[in-house]
């Protein structure tokens, strides 16, 4: 009964993704921002937030199953689902015994049934994957060689690369009489992470039934992390979240990234790996990174350092009665194009509800990291580029168009972009956008050596602006990447942050405006203007009446 | 100032710095650190050394101590790891909500669990006492994120009385009085609920602190006198109980600035009990050491203080003196 309930659930939210992505809709004609006071709410407990949407509160993200079947039978609140970049697998440490055994590692590939355990436990708002991108990457390579649920097909591979079993039903590797040692799983812990705990637990068993002696070994977070870090492990479970560029396979492969902090925790070192991952880090165009991303992912599935399990699906609760939500494959409703296009579908103003699960730490653009800190700074602060939410393509944002060029060849070789930048555009004070300001920001980002933006910037060589609306950055080598990491960082007003003294303790948020009533020195380009941060409690804006969308030029 | 007071502070000031110097390291035993939590691909192994040298995790840990001890001494508790705001205006802002929040909760709590336990000592076996040891069994045996998110459901979404979470209306009401109102209709449900699950301890440990009491030779003494009932409840043997009472109540009040953790989540409130738990999680030093280091000077000043009120309420007590026979 609970199965066909399971089955059920899986294959509605399947036909609801398709659904959502056949639908579709037209950028050019999205326009705003159209409600003049949005808030941001905070709900520390998702029971709360539950009860909020469903009292009235227009959007919130969801994320436990439990939450997703209660509020998909609610009247009045509809979800928007789609793929996210998220990724969970299981990790080998390649340095040692057995697990540098390619053999072995493709064998356990196949003997975990990861179909079965997502549809098991996510109720299928997650997909299995075998990939090393999730399928939502533009990047994504489906061509690969796949290890699927074969436990038959798993023993006969360890057979004929000579493995055995022991009466007890062990694993014996080739040339040695004695079966495996009993290894440890390393998960985080139940409490923490229901969902992964419970994965790793239905891997390990399936290690079992092949006769790897596995057994789970719960941790807290930062104690798995100091594990990984000191290579203390044989096996562990994790999840990343990525970005719609690939270059992260160069820092989870490449074997420089085999260093204290960095991310290629399983030790993987592969010359011919390394150097398609080389040529996808420093690729000097698009077509280039997409040859290296696909081949990177082709060889990475033969040599099979991780075994992907999953990727999850990101689920938004929306109060039905507003119009103009803007939903993708690739995105749920929770996005900007979402606040700025939406509007109360009877008419008339109402303000916007949006649930905060979490508290922003400091509102202070140079130095924090957090993602709820983000989700308010990126309605203020606007970058050079945005991405079209249907494709993740580079679409015009401050700047109406940029050239990518190569200068040089071979280890002389040097990017250079071009970035011709919109006119008319202000700042929430009335202050005019100009070049002027978007070196000002690289050049603070870069001369001050600020981490968040450390790996962004540290490739700037020079920056040149010949007009007001003309902005040449040269790098000090070549990447394609380049321009997502120049392009994509926020521009911040040359007039405010050249009287910032100390980056790391500033609070735009809580300084007023030095010539504007109800101002902050929190203030960019965006669609809405920050008005009030009440910790714990709300952040405020109100519409910024002079933003104009690219295509409204 | 006796002998006694004086060792009594001089044992203060060791146990305060036992303290400081357990902080510091207790938070550095644990694995890692603020950085090494930071797993993202987007942050290399330079960057998160840029940001290690920032936080000054990089110095020898000697330097690391004393640069902490200064701070804690002079109470400049350094700015952040989490936020980059400076520790001290963090713990400001959240102190006002869990201020009310736990010292109305407990002010109430024990003043109802108090009345009702010497009510229900007062009539053993009648209705009054039964009740009070079953609602109070039941009252501290539920698990308060649950008894909150019933709470919440009943009287805030189902029968919307209440507000859903926080302690301010959105929109903000304008004038003074409206928001005083307001504050005070957000924070009924949240503090009535710790109340609720607050009072049963303090009645069943009164009823049975009252009932010990009532059943000793002075109280026959004082009914063979003639007094009035009422006179000998709470002119004597409640008086007799106030000491175990009142330190009960005083080691109860370094609790009401370490906030509480479910309840805060729960009603979405801004206060001390979740940064202090976010602290430590994410290896906030600066901060997660301030909030000890205030802790556990409330504590000390608690105990010190509930010493001196015990030698006030009963003249039997007196401190750093043999009994005279």
């Known amino acids: 009964m609970f199965r066909g309930k399971v089955i059920l659930s899986a294959l509605a939210l399947l036909v609801l993704l398709q659904a959502t992505t056949a639908a579709g809709f037209d950028l050019n004609a999205v326009n705003g921002p159209k409600t003049k006071d949005l808030y941001m709410v905070i709900y520390r407990d998702p029971d709360s937030q539950m009860l909020a949407l469903q009292k009235g509160d227009v959007l919130g993200d969801i994320t436990r199953p439990v939450d997703i079947e209660r509020l998909s039978n609610f009247p009045g609140v509809s979800l928007s689902i789609s793929r996210a970049f998220h990724l969970f697998f299981m990790g080998f440490n390649l340095r040692i015994e057995p697990w540098n055994d390619t053999t072995l590692r493709q064998a356990v590939s196949m003997s975990i049934p990861s179909r079965q355990i997502v549809r098991d436990i996510f109720s299928g708002y997650s997909e299995p994957v075998s990939t090393y991108l999730p399928p939502v990457s533009p990047y994504y390579e489906k061509s690969v060689k796949t290890w699927d649920h074969d436990p038959a097909g798993a023993r006969k591979l360890l057979e004929e690369a000579g493995w055995k079993w022991s009466p007890e039903g062990n694993l014996v590797p080739p040339g040695k009489t004695s079966p495996l040692e009993p290894v440890r799983l390393l998960s985080p812990t139940a409490q923490v992470a229901p969902t992964s705990a419970e994965v790793a637990g239905r891997i390990a068993e399936a290690m079992k039934a092949l006769g790897v002696p596995v057994s789970l070994e719960p941790l807290d977070f930062s104690m798995m992390i100091k594990r990984l870090d000191s290579h203390d492990f044989d096996l562990f479970v994790m999840a990343w979240s990525l970005t719609r560029d690939p270059d992260s396979l160069f820092a989870f492969f490449h074997s420089s990234m085999d260093v204290p902090g960095g991310y290629n925790i399983q030790g993987l070192h592969d010359e011919a790996l390394d150097r398609v991952l080389e040529r996808l880090r420093w690729a000097p165009d698009r077509e280039t990174a997409d040859k290296a991303a696909r081949r990177a992912q082709k060889m990475l599935s033969e040599i099979t350092p991780w075994i992907p399990i999953y990727s999850r699906y990101m689920v938004t609760a929306v109060r039905e009665g507003w119009k103009g939500i803007i939903e993708t494959e690739r995105t749920t409703a929770d996005n900007i194009w979402t606040l700025i296009n939406m509007e109360p579908g009877n008419g008339g103003d109402r303000p916007i509800m949006w649930c905060l699960q979490e508290e922003p730490r400091s509102l202070n653009p140079f130095s924090t990291s957090s993602v709820y800190d983000w989700q308010v700074l990126g309605l203020v602060y606007d970058s050079l580029i945005a991405i079209d939410p249907e494709d993740l393509e580079d679409i015009p944002w401050l700047a109406r168009s940029w050239e990518v060029e190569t200068s040089g060849s071979g280890s002389t070789a040097k990017t250079r972009l071009t970035f011709a930048l919109r006119s008319g555009i202000r700042w929430h004070d009335g202050v005019l956008f100009t070049s002027r300001d978007v070196r000002k920001s690289l050049e603070f980002l870069k001369s001050r050596e600020i981490p968040r933006y450390f790996d962004n910037v540290r490739d700037i060589e020079s920056i040149e602006t010949p007009d007001e609306r003309t902005v040449i950055v040269n790098m000090s080598n070549t990447s394609f990447w380049h321009l997502h990491n120049i392009g994509g960082s926020p521009v911040f007003p040359a007039h405010i942050i050249e009287n910032v003294k100390d980056w790391e303790s500033w609070q735009p948020s809580r300084e007023k405006h030095p010539s504007v009533e109800g101002l902050t020195m929190l203030i960019g380009t965006g669609p809405f203007v920050f008005r009030k941060y009440r910790p714990g409690e709300y952040v405020h804006f109100t519409r910024f009446d002079d933003f104009r969308l690219p295509w409204r030029d | ?325």
């Open chain 2, 1 to 325: 100032m006796n002998s006694y007071w004086i060792r009594r502070f001089a044992g203060a000031l060791a146990v305060l710095l036992l303290i400081i110097t357990a902080n510091f390291f207790l938070f550095r035993v644990m694995p890692g650190d603020a950085v090494s939590t930071i797993v993202d691909p987007r942050f290399s192994p330079e960057a998160k050394e840029k940001m290690r040298h920032l936080f000054g995790l990089d110095l020898p840990l000697h330097q690391q101590f004393f640069i902490y001890v200064r701070r804690m001494l002079s109470f400049d508790f350094g700015i952040s790891f989490l936020s980059q705001r400076p520790v001290w205006d963090e713990i400001k802002s959240r102190i006002p909500n869990t201020l009310a929040l736990l010292g109305t909760s407990l002010l109430l709590s024990s003043a109802i669990g108090t009345w009702l336990g010497v009510k229900a000592a007062r009539k053993r076996g009648g209705f009054l006492e039964k009740a009070v040891i079953f609602s109070g069994s039941i009252s501290f045996s539920f698990p308060s994120f649950f008894v909150q998110l019933v709470l919440l459901l009943l009287l805030a979404y189902t029968f919307p009385v209440f507000p859903l979470r926080g302690t301010v209306s959105i929109p903000m009401p304008s004038g003074t009085l409206p928001r005083v109102i307001d504050y005070i209709h957000h924070l009924i449900l949240p503090a009535g609920s710790l109340v609720l699950l607050g009072f049963g301890s303090w009645a069943i440990y009164v009823r049975n602190l009252m009932v010990k009491t009532l059943g000793e030779d002075f109280i026959l003494l004082a009914r063979a006198r003639g007094l009035s009932e009422d006179r000998i409840i709470w002119n004597h043997a409640f008086r007799s109980t106030l000491p175990p009472i009142l330190t009960i109540f005083l080691l109860a009040l370094p609790g009401i600035v370490s906030g509480a953790v479910i309840t805060e989540t729960v009603f979405s409130l801004h206060g001390v009990g979740k940064f202090l738990l976010d602290s430590i999680l994410g290896h906030d030093y600066p901060s997660a050491g301030a909030a000890f280091y205030i802790l556990g000077l409330l504590t000390i000043a608690s105990n010190l203080a509930a010493d001196a009120a015990c030698t006030l309420a009963d003249p039997r007590i007196r401190v750093g003196k043999r009994a005279e026979r």
